[in-house]
């Protein structure tokens, strides 16, 4: 069954074109990870089926809830992470999840909020505000904060971006500890590595066209970049 | 019933970050009796009555302070992405609305609290009276409905400091003008009888901005 379903997606910004006519299935449980340059439409994609933009034309469903009349019930069933952290700085990392915990109405929040807060390994932490957390630390709230409600499909937008060798490892641990694995995700990257090694299927997008599409049991690394490099370049 | 919490999870929010950093507080506070007590000197030589000035004086205080305010709002937002996060809340967006909204409203209506009394005492008019609170309470929400909207269009750019008052003041005129005119009124000795055609404009713009700014606030925050 489709978790994510994307049909003739259009996107344009007055005359700029983003995204054009894409088509884009992710099934349940699968790791969809989506590459492309800078300015190929991967963010805007992205924020479409987070409902933080709305498509100019096209059909986006997601846990079979369609975007345009079920706008709620879509957010309910993501988690979303993004290289910026959705976090209030003034507040302490507890006050944060409460406040989503309250926004997404989740049940038993104290309890809730502890156990996210240790599977991320902040509880020590939890009453220190959010300014005073390493970029790498905010990361890992951020990933507490999406997956508070627990929600069945994660999608992450550029997650690595400012994260430093060891703190992006780090990530890679937290989520496999908060089991990502086990939901459908849909993660837009420019690290092609980290793109190839955490996904069961890759897709190029490039100049707002989805150009590629594979599973990850077909490639190995060094035929990925030869054809992303070649896609790419045209 | 939860719209209402999630309304209220917001306006709990933005209080306990202003109580730790006091960035809007301050800044709104400092520029009403900063305002207050320059009119104050800039009009002391050549008004024989002072109450004929008030009205006007407050009023520019509290909207040019307010404007900060509303400024602040959704820069705070803004920060860290939280503006996304507030958007991927399974809520119905006018919740987030009226808990900014709210949440405007309510820093103002503080800051107004404090510089009546001293406007009170430096101008030597009562306006401690029930009639003008409400008033300024009216107009207060006008201009935070307003103005909570025109925030979170102006965040998104460059110039928002200048852009916030260039696209609010025009709109929140007639709301401003009707409160200008009830409290001058009022401190001349006039009833809101009297007055009712001003109350009704008031009441009307804050209604019809309010409800126009619910409306449109989803199409303001989305790409």
Not at chain 1, 181 to 202: C, E, I, K, Y
Request: proline share 3%; charged share 20%; glycine share 6%.
């Amino acid at each position: 069954m489709a978790a994510i379903e994307i049909r003739n997606l259009t996107k344009s910004f007055g005359s700029l074109l983003a995204l054009r006519d894409v088509d884009l299935t992710v099934t349940e449980g699968e790791f969809l990870t989506l590459v492309g340059p800078n300015g190929a439409g991967k963010t805007t994609l992205i924020r479409i089926v987070a409902t933080l933009s709305r498509p100019t034309s096209g059909e986006v469903w997601v846990d079979g809830w369609n975007l345009t009349d079920g706008a709620a019930e879509v957010r309910q069933c993501i988690g979303f992470i993004s290289h910026q952290p959705l976090l209030y700085g003034d507040l302490t990392a507890e006050e944060n999840l409460r406040f989503y915990s309250r926004m997404y109405g989740v049940p038993d929040p104290a309890n809730r909020i502890e156990e996210v807060l240790e599977q991320v390994g902040l509880l020590a932490r939890r009453r220190d505000a959010v300014r005073t957390f390493s970029r790498g630390m905010q990361q890992r709230l951020s990933i507490a904060r999406a997956i508070l409600h627990r929600p069945a499909v994660m999608l992450l937008d550029e997650p690595y971006t400012g994260l430093d060798q060891q703190a992006a490892a780090m990530l890679d641990e937290v989520m496999r500890a908060v089991g990502t694995a086990s939901l459908t995700v849909l993660m837009t990257t420019h690290d092609l590595h980290r793109g190839l090694v955490m996904s069961d299927r890759v897709a190029v997008l490039s100049a707002g066209r989805l150009v590629y599409q594979a599973l990850r049991a077909d490639l190995d690394e060094a035929s990925f970049r030869q054809v992303y490099r070649e896609i790419v370049a045209v | 019933m939860s719209f209402l919490r999630q309304i209220a999870a917001i306006i709990r929010k933005d209080i306990i970050a202003e109580l730790r950093t006091k960035e809007m507080f301050s800044s709104m506070f400092v520029f009403a009796l900063l305002a207050v007590v320059v009119f104050n000197f800039a009009f002391e030589l050549r008004v024989a009555d002072a109450a004929t000035i008030a009205p006007g004086v407050l009023w520019v205080s509290v909207t040019f302070a307010g404007m900060l305010g509303l400024n602040r709002s959704f820069v705070l937002e803004k920060d860290r992405g939280c503006l996304d996060g507030l958007l991927l809340a399974p809520v119905d967006r006018s919740a987030i609305y009226f808990g900014k909204m709210l949440g405007n409203f309510l820093f103002i209506t503080v800051v107004e609290a404090i510089i009546l009394p001293i406007f009170s005492a430096l101008f030597n008019v009562n306006l401690i009276q029930t009639w003008i609170l409400v008033v300024l309470l009216l107009g207060t929400l006008g201009f935070s409905g307003v103005g909570t909207l025109f925030s979170a269009m102006a965040v998104h750019t460059r110039a928002r400091e200048v852009l916030l008052p260039v696209l609010l003041f025009p709109v929140a005129v007639p709301a401003l003008i009707a409160a200008v005119k009830l409290t001058a009124g009022l401190l001349d000795g006039q009833t809101v009888a009297d007055m009712a055609n001003w109350m009704q404009l008031l009441v009307a713009f804050d209604v019809i901005l309010i409800a126009v700014s619910y409306m449109t606030f989803d199409y303001v925050v989305e790409d």
